[in-house]
């Protein structure tokens, strides 16, 4: 249903966080480097080549440690341009902290969509922020020298997932300790303690069993080269059992988990339906559809359910244009005549090719898991542990796996070239003229 961070990001916390951070024990590691003041790249970006990079320095492989890039790619269709980038990744030389800085552009892709991608051309560091991550690499293997070694990293919770949080990732475990690394110009903050601590109870209810052993949390920040750490014992119980019912979901009754995904389509459909077009149309229901410049999507007041989030269109100069509606099961001519963009909502069944990443999210049915790429549109029994093509709707009917969904033209066509496509039934949609 949610990841960790956006489930955090719906929790309001008591006063300094259910961890305060004055309970941690902060210690600085003094280098006596200053970093420049001015960075050009996005600070996102600057983490994640820092966390990649002191990966691959300690002996990880580059492809592993990029690995997430290399599937952003994949779905950018840009293979060929992320493996060159690697290819010049080597050391922490300039070339190859210009390369990684370009190549962690695509992990966007496979994170959050299409809709969200930059050209990694776009992406070029300049000697104050090349220097800086350099550093800052180094203060990071520094730390590890001293507080390593690491005996697991970049896990996922399987078996420690709910029916509110259903993905989340954590950094580094050592023999005790979970830690969380953070690329930050200020202290830590209480979004950021409570992280580790679902990280901690999810680790604890997941299979990895390294988590019997870890007595303490850790954040390390390689940007103010400071140490965080807290004692698990200095933890009351009632916190961990507050996070773990109010906040992950162990526990939670049936009628609660209800009122939640309730109010999560509510907050869905808030955002979806804001920005009414002022358009003339031949079609007099066209006053039901909407486009939402703040999703970049088209939707349909009446009948809107989507597995599919409505994805970003790159070019917004199209909202200076004209946007015709259409209905009817086929794409109007004039879409390829005119090479035009659209929208389109449609109904398929669907299976990813073989060697394929996944990319289609669902964002609003409850059928299938929140915020992860689908690779079927058949639905997961949990208790069979088996796929079906149909399943029993709230009034007893057997109802086929089909469900609609909305994609830019784009990802329309990305679509149909990584999965396997049945039963495709075009519904509507608007293309800008």
Not at 246 to 272: C, M, P, R, W
Not at 297 to 305: A, H, I, Q, R
Request: charged share 25%.
């Amino acid at each position: 249903m949610y990841s960790v961070t956006q489930r955090i990001s719906k929790i309001k916390q008591p006063r300094g966080g259910y961890i305060k951070r004055k309970d941690f024990t902060c210690i600085t590691l003094e280098d006596g480097i200053e970093l420049n003041s001015q960075e050009n790249i996005h600070p996102s970006l600057i983490g994640l080549v820092i966390d990649y990079m002191t990966r691959f320095c300690m002996g990880t492989p580059k492809e592993t440690a990029f690995h997430i890039s290399i599937l952003g790619a994949k779905i950018a269709k840009n293979e060929f341009v992320a493996y060159k980038l690697l290819s010049k990744i080597n050391g922490l030389d300039t070339e190859s902290i210009i390369s990684a800085s370009k190549l962690v552009g695509y992990d966007v892709c496979y994170r959050a969509g299409m809709a969200y991608f930059k050209p990694v051309s776009e992406i070029t560091p300049d000697t104050n922020t090349i220097t800086n991550i350099i550093t800052m690499i180094k203060r990071t293997l520094s730390f590890w020298e001293q507080y390593g070694p690491i005996i697991k990293d970049g896990f996922t919770f399987e078996g420690g997932y709910t029916s509110i949080i259903s993905a989340g990732d954590g950094d580094y475990l050592t023999k005790d300790t979970l830690w969380d690394l953070k690329v930050l110009k200020e202290e830590i903050k209480p979004k950021y303690t409570l992280q580790l601590l679902i990280y901690l109870i999810m680790g604890q209810h997941s299979v990895h069993k390294e988590f019997k052993n870890i007595t303490q949390l850790g954040i390390y920040n390689p940007r103010l080269n400071k140490v965080y750490i807290i004692k698990l014992d200095a933890i009351s119980q009632s916190i961990i059992d507050t996070v773990s019912r109010d906040v992950i979901g162990y526990g939670i009754s049936s009628e609660e988990l209800k009122e939640l995904h309730t109010a999560q389509l509510d907050e869905l459909k808030k955002n979806f339906f804001k920005t009414p077009i002022q358009k003339s149309s031949p079609n007099e229901n066209d006053s039901d559809d909407y486009l939402d410049k703040k999703i970049y999507g088209y939707s349909s007041k009446k009948n809107y359910m989507s597995v599919a989030f409505p994805p970003k269109i790159i070019d917004e100069s199209i909202y200076e244009k004209e946007p015709i509606f259409w209905s009817g099961n086929a794409l109007p001519s004039i879409i390829t005549q005119k090479n035009l963009s659209y929208i389109v909502r449609f109904k398929a069944c669907f299976n990813l090719k073989k060697g394929k990443e996944p990319f289609v999210m669902n964002k609003t049915s409850f059928l299938y898991p929140f915020n992860k790429a689908l690779t079927t549109s058949d639905i997961y029994d949990s208790k069979s542990k088996k796929y079906y093509s149909q399943y029993l709707d709230k009034n007893g009917n057997i109802v086929k796996s089909k469900p609609t969904l909305i994609l830019t033209s784009d990802d329309f066509k990305l679509f149909q070239e990584l999965y396997i496509v049945k039963d495709l039934e075009i519904l509507d949609g608007c293309y800008f003229l």
